[in-house]
């Protein structure tokens, strides 16, 4: 167990809706980075949060757009969501303060869009 | 960013030591060497990392080659429980910013 919490665990939209996703970070931990994985591939990076502004995003477009509190919890929310969305999306956190920065992950939600 | 190159699937029997080659010849200085696994689309779960020695924790060993261009990770006593997929990833954990993932090696272990 990370301690790295996310909901929901599952969900279904249908195609130009809209989703929000919740993570939780492991505590002592200030930095929070989503990724996308689609079945059969590696994670995609899509962007990190570091005290509560983005520190650096992949190649998604501006529909995917994030927050991270004061808590150090973060949202991912996606607009006008796409077939192409659907994919288990995860998130980590780390501390951004030591030498070493590991990502630590949570069991992800699976999104699935008709 | 370097990229690493593994196998895409191996096979190991239970009991028996499980042996994870990872290429990353285009590895810099400042990159570490990161192992993480996935099974059944959970989360993945950090093992191990390292710069240049080789390091050992209760999960796994690894061993870096001297040039850094190599390394294996070794589970010593597989269990069914070990199946999964293992990915090896170079990364600059000084900036902190993306990992970058390839499809790793889907390792079966078998009773």
């Known amino acids: 167990e990370t301690g790295v919490t996310q909901s929901p665990t599952h969900l279904i939209k249908t195609r130009g809706q809209q989703v929000t996703l919740r993570c939780s970070s492991q505590?002592?931990?200030?930095?929070v980075s989503w990724y996308q994985q689609a079945l059969g591939q590696g994670p995609q990076f899509i962007f990190q949060y570091y005290r509560e502004e983005e520190n650096g995003r992949g190649n998604f477009p501006p529909r995917f757009s994030g927050l991270q509190f004061p808590n150090y919890s973060s949202e991912l929310n996606v607009n006008a969501l796409e077939l192409d969305d659907s994919a288990l999306y995860l998130c980590a956190s780390s501390f951004s303060g030591g030498t070493l920065k590991t990502q630590y992950f949570g069991p992800g939600t699976r999104l699935l869009v008709l | 960013d370097a990229k690493t190159t593994q196998p895409t699937s191996m096979d190991c029997a239970e009991g028996r030591a499980a042996n994870l080659p990872c290429n990353h010849s285009?590895?810099?200085?400042?990159?570490?060497v990161y192992w993480y696994r996935q099974i059944h689309s959970q989360g993945p779960q950090y093992i191990i990392h390292g710069l240049k020695n080789n390091e050992t924790n209760e999960m796994a060993s690894l061993i870096i080659t001297e040039d850094r261009k190599s390394s294996t990770l070794i589970l010593p006593h597989a269990t069914l429980r070990d199946t999964a997929v293992y990915y090896c990833i170079a990364f600059n954990a000084g900036n902190n910013r993306k990992l970058i993932w390839g499809l790793g090696t889907s390792l079966a272990v078998n009773p």
């Open positions: 285009t590895i810099s200085g400042n990159e570490y």
């Open positions: 505590s002592g931990h200030n930095t």
